[in-house]
Antibody, heavy 123, light 108 residues
Framework: QLQLRESGPGLLRPSETLSLTCAVSGAAISSSAYFWGWVRQPPGKGLEWIGSIYYSGSIFYNPSLESRVRISRDTSKNQFSLTVKSVRAADTAVYYC???????????????WGQGSLVTVSS | SYDLTQPPSVSVSPGQTARITCSADSFLNQYTYWYQQKPGQAPVVVIYRDTERPSGIPERFSGSSSGTTGTLTITGVQPEDEADYYCQSGDNSGSSVVFGGGTKLTVL
């Protein structure tokens, strides 16, 4: 049974760097044709895709966030990570990691999600 | 940027049909997907590849897509269907994921 679990700091001050990790069990992130992605949701607002890493290692980012975010993976630990530089109050959100499924090229949707990790940016 | 527009809210009485639209600013070249999200929970996909329903999702959920608009239809709405619904598609390159702004479905 696939499980994804986010872990992160919870509270950050403006200008700090956010680091989140998603531990995956029940599937190998490098051995199946899946995407592994990050989606965030500010309190009371909608979903925003941050980026996804393909099982091959190719990475895709939301153009509006690309300058501040980085997605990486550690296949030996079967986990992938998100880094957001220079955080500000607008980065306050629940951050979800999720598995992406594709039926056509790089177009993908998310069929399994973690429970989410609330990150608050405040001075 | 590529945008998907949803109505902020839709209200229906139990047993009625709810339709939630997702309008793109250009032709929908990629599939449309639909998620249901209840308070405090992660989203759950209810429709994928425009019209496909995952196992475990009730038959009352259906999807369609034509031109620049995708539509989620819930036939015979139940009280437990009250939730936020998000559409998702990809930009023309297929390498970016885009979410609609979400629609709050209220069951009166």
């Amino acid at each position: 049974q696939l499980q994804l679990r986010e872990s992160g700091p919870g509270l950050l001050r403006p200008s700090e760097t956010l680091s989140l990790t998603c531990a995956v069990s029940g599937a190998a992130i490098s051995s199946s044709a899946y995407f592994w992605g990050w989606v965030r949701q500010p309190p009371g607002k909608g979903l925003e895709w941050i980026g996804s890493i393909y099982y091959s290692g190719s990475i895709f980012y939301n153009p509006s966030l690309e300058s501040r975010v980085r997605i990486s993976r550690d296949t030996s630990k079967n986990q992938f990570s998100l880094t957001v530089k220079s955080v500000r109050a607008a980065d306050t959100a629940v951050y979800y990691c999720a598995r992406g499924v594709s039926y056509s090229g790089y177009d993908h949707f998310f069929d399994s999600w973690g429970q989410g990790s609330l990150v608050t940016v405040s001075s | 940027s590529y945008d998907l527009t949803q109505p902020p809210s839709v209200s229906v009485s139990p047993g009625q049909t709810a339709r939630i639209t997702c309008s793109a600013d250009s032709f929908l070249n990629q599939y449309t997907y639909w998620y249901q999200q209840k308070p405090g929970q992660a989203p759950v996909v209810v429709i994928y590849r425009d019209t496909e329903r995952p196992s475990g999702i009730p038959e009352r959920f259906s999807g369609s897509s034509s031109g620049t608009t995708g539509t989620l239809t819930i036939t015979g709405v139940q009280p437990e269907d009250e939730a936020d619904y998000y559409c998702q598609s990809g930009d023309n390159s297929g390498s970016s994921v885009v979410f609609g702004g979400g629609t709050k479905l209220t069951v009166l």
